[in-house]
C-alpha cells in the first residue's frame, strides 16, 4: 500500500467524519459529537463520513450499528459515501503495523496489566492508562508470552492545535509510555486503527467529544511516524450531569430502537445545537431536522461553542 491508495483525498476539501462504536446505542454526548462534526465539515463545504468503530467484537451488541445509522439518519444527519467498518480494515492495519515494526519502533512485551500496575510510580490519569515503564523494550524473554507488541514513544512533547482548545503539548512517557498496537490475541488497538483509518478516507477534520483528548497526541505521534498527514482537531465540551459529573454512556441514550427519537427528533436537535452555543432563530423550532440542520450548516459559528460542557443536551 502506498501513500496514494487514499481514498477520496483532497488538500483542498474538508473531510470530516463520525465514528461511532457500535457497542451501545448513541446518547446526548454522541448526538453532539455527530452534529458538531457535521457542521464543521459541511460548513466548509466539505464531506462528512461515518465509520463504524467495530473492532472490539467482544463488546459490540447485534443491531447496534443499523441502530446508530437509523438514528442518524432520523436527524437528517446523512453521511457521504459507503459507511467504513474498522472490521474491513483488518489488512491495513496489518500492513501498517509491520512498516512500524521493519523500522524498529515495535516490541513485544509479556507483561500483563497487573504487573504494569504494579510498578507504575504515578496514579493512574484520566483515560485510564498506566504509564508503561518499558519493561520488555530490551528485548524479548525465551520463555515469554506475548501480550502485546508496544511502539516506542520519544523522551520530547508532541504538541498540537486544537480549535477550541488551543496549543496542547503531551509528554508521552508520562502519559502512557510505550504504548499498545496489537493486543496478543491480535487485536489491533483504538490508536493505530483510528490512525490509518482516518489516513485511508482522507479525514482532514477530527471532531470529537473531549474525552479523547488525551489520545490526540499518542495519534499525531503515530501519524508522524507513519508519514500521514495531521488532520485538524476540535474537541468538543462533554455532557455532563446536572451535578457536573460525566454521564455514562448508559444515560441519556438515543435510539431509534428504543423508540424514543420519533417525534422527539427536533427537541432533541435544538437541544444539541444549543449545548454548542449556535443561536437559532424562534421560527425554526417548528421546522424539520433537515430544515434545522440547513440553517445551522450555513450560519454555524466554531467561535460559539462554549469552554465548558456545563449544561445536560436533552
Ligand atoms: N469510536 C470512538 C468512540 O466511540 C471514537 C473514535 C474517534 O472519534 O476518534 O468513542
Redesign the pocket.
Given at each position: 500500500m502506498s501513500a496514494d491508495n487514499r481514498e477520496g483525498h483532497s488538500d483542498r476539501h474538508v473531510v470530516g467524519?463520525?465514528?461511532?462504536?457500535p457497542?451501545g446505542a448513541l446518547h446526548t454526548g454522541?448526538l453532539v459529537?455527530a452534529v458538531g462534526?457535521y457542521l464543521m465539515a459541511k460548513h466548509s463545504g466539505g464531506r462528512w463520513l461515518l465509520?463504524l468503530?467495530d473492532l472490539d467484537t467482544q463488546r459490540q451488541i447485534p443491531g447496534m450499528a443499523d441502530d446508530i445509522m437509523r438514528t442518524l439518519e432520523s436527524f437528517g444527519l446523512l453521511w457521504d459515501g459507503e459507511v467504513a467498518r474498522q472490521s474491513g480494515h483488518l489488512k491495513e492495519y496489518q500492513y501498517f503495523f509491520e512498516s512500524l515494526q521493519q523500522a524498529g519502533m515495535v516490541y513485544q512485551c509479556g507483561c500483563s496489566r497487573k504487573e504494569i500496575a504494579r510498578s507504575a510510580s504515578a496514579p493512574h490519569n484520566e483515560d485510564d492508562c498506566i504509564p508503561y515503564l518499558g519493561t520488555c523494550r530490551g528485548g524479548a524473554k525465551e520463555d515469554m508470552v506475548t501480550r502485546s507488541w508496544r511502539v516506542i514513544v520519544p523522551e520530547e512533547e508532541i504538541c498540537f492545535s486544537d480549535h477550541r482548545k488551543g496549543r496542547l503539548c503531551q509528554m508521552l512517557p508520562a502519559v502512557c509510555g510505550d504504548f499498545i498496537l496489537k493486543r496478543g490475541d491480535g487485536e489491533f488497538a483504538?490508536q493505530l486503527a483510528?490512525v490509518v483509518d482516518?489516513y485511508l478516507a482522507g479525514v482532514n477534520q477530527?471532531?470529537?467529544?473531549e474525552?479523547?483528548l488525551a489520545?490526540t497526541p499518542r495519534?499525531i505521534y503515530l501519524q508522524r511516524l507513519l508519514g500521514f498527514p495531521e488532520p485538524e482537531y476540535c474537541h468538543l465540551p462533554l455532557v455532563v450531569g446536572p451535578d457536573g459529573s460525566k454521564l455514562s454512556k448508559r444515560d441519556h441514550l438515543i435510539s431509534h430502537q428504543l423508540g424514543n427519537v420519533v417525534g422527539r427528533d427536533q427537541e432533541l436537535l435544538i437541544a444539541t445545537l444549543r449545548f454548542l452555543g449556535q443561536n437559532l432563530p424562534q421560527e425554526l423550532v417548528d421546522c424539520s431536522c433537515s430544515d434545522i440542520l440547513e440553517w445551522s450548516v450555513s450560519h454555524f459559528k466554531r467561535v460559539q461553542i462554549p469552554d465548558h460542557g456545563d449544561a445536560v443536551a436533552a
Open positions: 467524519r463520525f465514528a461511532p462504536s457497542t454522541s459529537a462534526s465509520r468503530d483504538y483510528v482516518d477530527v471532531v470529537r467529544g474525552d479523547l489520545s495519534q
